[in-house]
């Protein structure tokens, strides 16, 4: 019991040095302001970007640039980040196809024939960028990330897959001896209890890989320091589209008896199914938006709430309120551990939940 509270207490105080790292960073990259702005540091670290920063070493940025690809008004254009010199404040111009681009705050836009106090954006009255931007399809680090975590998790079921051929009694050998355990509990605590034994078999290999696949990513967005990983989880944009697939498979696979009890709920009086029928049709909706928001805000939140810690440490500018900001970022880290598996949980049980309860066969007493 005291090994396994010390590797916890171990794994959380890795985490959160990964955050000072990173917050100290941010502190010199802006060592030349008077105040320390600690919202634009934690927007800085969760959100996406044209790659990834490593490091700042004697004054320059050291980073992995990642592929930019722009469809323009003279067709496809592609040049590496590194062009832009980890520069994102639109000074500097990148010149491909006879067009030019800048970078601002991690947006690329066609660059201004004229430089404005040294940058090329143009800006309206509430200092919103007012230049084109073209279509961007570039290689992100959260995309990047995503592959990566795709990769993996094609890694760890092939290992797994190999491992149950070499058995010979069927027993689970090497990382099989991991991944099996998990999915017993999805398909026995979460596919047939939420869709029942008739039909499950369909939708397990779906709940099989968004729960591995959600969990993978938030794990890798939980170590910053991790080589390629990303915020995926954090992005909305990210859980949209898993919360848009649950969606589509819960519309298209849904029986007569659903939509009924949508929009003409027996065995109630005609008021109040004139009552309940915009309700229950608002809810078709608020499901999948609800399994958008709350992956996205609680993988977001936490990193928000360790970044927001540390930083007190630079806001106070003492040393005396290190101790205190580094044992509640440890504490906060070790409960992200648990989160990011529970997120992915959640958001499986949910998604079986909604594919269950569309497909279930209802009896009506007449």
Request: net charge negative.
């Amino acid at each position: 019991m005291q090994i396994n509270t010390f590797k916890t207490l171990l794994l959380g105080l890795l985490l959160s040095l990964s955050f000072v790292v990173k917050a100290n960073e941010s502190i010199e990259e802006k060592s030349d302001e008077k105040d320390f702005n600690v919202t634009d540091m934690i927007m800085h670290h969760i959100k996406d970007a044209h790659d990834f920063h490593i490091m700042d070493w004697d004054g320059h940025a050291i980073s992995f640039p990642l592929p930019v690809i722009l469809w323009t008004n003279d067709g496809l254009v592609t040049f590496m980040s590194s062009e832009f010199h980890h520069n994102d404040d639109g000074t500097i111009v990148v010149e491909k196809g006879g067009q030019k681009f800048i970078k601002f705050h991690e947006e690329i836009y066609y660059a201004n024939d004229e430089a404005d106090h040294g940058s090329y954006v143009s800006f309206d009255p509430e200092h919103h960028p007012t230049n084109v931007a073209p279509l961007d399809f570039s290689i992100t680090k959260l995309v990047f990330s995503m592959f990566m975590s795709m990769i993996l998790l094609l890694l760890i079921f092939g290992f797994s897959a190999r491992a149950y051929n070499r058995s010979e009694n069927g027993v689970p050998t090497g990382i099989a001896k991991f991944t099996e355990p998990l999915i017993v509990f999805i398909r026995d605590e979460v596919a047939i209890p939420n869709i029942g034994e008739k039909h499950y078999k369909r939708f397990l290999p779906f709940l099989l890989t968004l729960f591995f696949f959600i969990w993978i990513n938030n794990i890798m967005g939980l170590i910053p320091f991790f080589p390629f990983s990303g915020n995926l989880s954090g992005n909305i944009a990210f859980t949209g589209v898993l919360a848009l697939i649950t969606f589509i498979i819960t519309t298209f696979v849904a029986n007569k008896d659903y939509w009924k009890h949508i929009f003409w709920m027996p065995g109630v009086p005609v008021p109040m199914k004139l009552f309940l029928a915009p309700i229950e049709f608002m809810g078709i909706f608020i499901k999948p938006i609800s399994l958008m928001i709350r992956l996205f805000a609680n993988i977001s939140a936490g990193h928000i709430i360790v970044l927001s810690l540390i930083s007190l440490i630079f806001i106070a500018k003492s040393i005396w309120i290190a101790p205190a900001s580094v044992i509640f970022s440890v504490f906060i880290s070790v409960i992200e551990v648990l989160v990011v598996a529970i997120q992915a949980y959640i958001f499986t049980m949910l998604t079986a939940l909604y594919i269950g309860s569309a497909m279930e066969e209802h009896e009506h007493e007449h």
